[in-house]
């Protein structure tokens, strides 16, 4: 399958900074991204999709001045959390899909731990 | 009630045992339906993807849709304990659109 990484892998911040997580597909271009948040034992929840060049959709409870979203080439999408605070801690992961004429799946990034103090 | 249901355990087999899991669902134009398996603190891997009702097999692994019934399954036969992990169904209305997931089944089999 096609693989998608994300970086950085674990990340501890103190309260009020922003923090950057990437999420690239390697091996393909990927029309769309999606960016999850998965709280421990619960399952993934879908924060935003984005589509390359266009601003992201955002879930209905999702603060997208908070969680900025950035998907400016087919490769790469970034997400930012702004002022980031300890309820954010949270693993947060990305999924790339579109490959058109192969697959309609989406291919997970390994996920990226936050930590904020 | 949620749109997606599974029961998240956590089960426990011993090593050579079928496992069944399953989720309902309540969103009738879901066609596509999907079965991923995450190790903790790992993202999740694509095990299964079926389009509309009936069976797939792809080794240990059988994934059954009864869309009349609006209920999925995965079957694992011979359990191996690297199949510990959690286990979430996942579906969606057309190719392109969002992926529901369910909550997740968490799975050990035990040696």
């Known amino acids: 399958g096609a693989v998608v990484s994300q970086h950085p892998s674990r990340v501890i911040c103190k309260s009020g900074t922003s923090v950057k997580i990437e999420c690239r597909s390697l091996d393909f271009q990927a029309t769309t991204m999606f960016w999850y948040r998965q709280f421990p034992k619960q399952s993934l929840m879908l924060m935003a999709t984005?589509?390359?060049?266009?601003?992201?959709?955002?879930e209905q409870g999702v603060e997208k001045d908070k969680f900025l979203i950035n998907h400016a080439s087919l490769t790469l999408s970034t997400l930012t959390v702004t002022s980031a605070h300890p309820e954010d801690s949270s693993f947060y992961i990305c999924?790339?899909?579109?490959?058109?004429?192969?697959?309609?799946?989406?291919?997970f990034g390994p996920g990226t731990r936050l930590t904020v103090l | 009630q949620k749109e997606v249901e599974q029961d998240p355990g956590p089960l426990s087999v011993p090593e050579g045992a079928i496992v069944s899991l399953n989720c309902t669902y309540s969103?009738?134009?879901?066609?596509?339906f999907m079965w991923y398996r995450q190790y903790s603190r790992k993202g999740p891997e694509l095990l299964m993807y079926t389009y509309s009702s009936g069976n797939k097999e792809d080794g240990r692994f059988t994934a059954q849709v009864d869309k009349s019934s609006k209920y999925i399954s995965l079957f694992i036969r011979d359990s191996q304990p690297s199949d510990s992990a959690t286990y979430l169904c996942a579906m969606r209305e057309t190719s392109y659109d969002k992926v529901i997931f369910g909550p997740g089944t968490s799975l050990s089999v035990i040696p």
């Open positions: 969103n009738s134009a879901f066609q596509y």
């Open positions: 984005s589509n390359e060049g266009s601003k992201a959709t955002y």
């Open positions: 999924s790339a899909g579109g490959l058109a004429g192969v697959t309609n799946e989406q291919f």
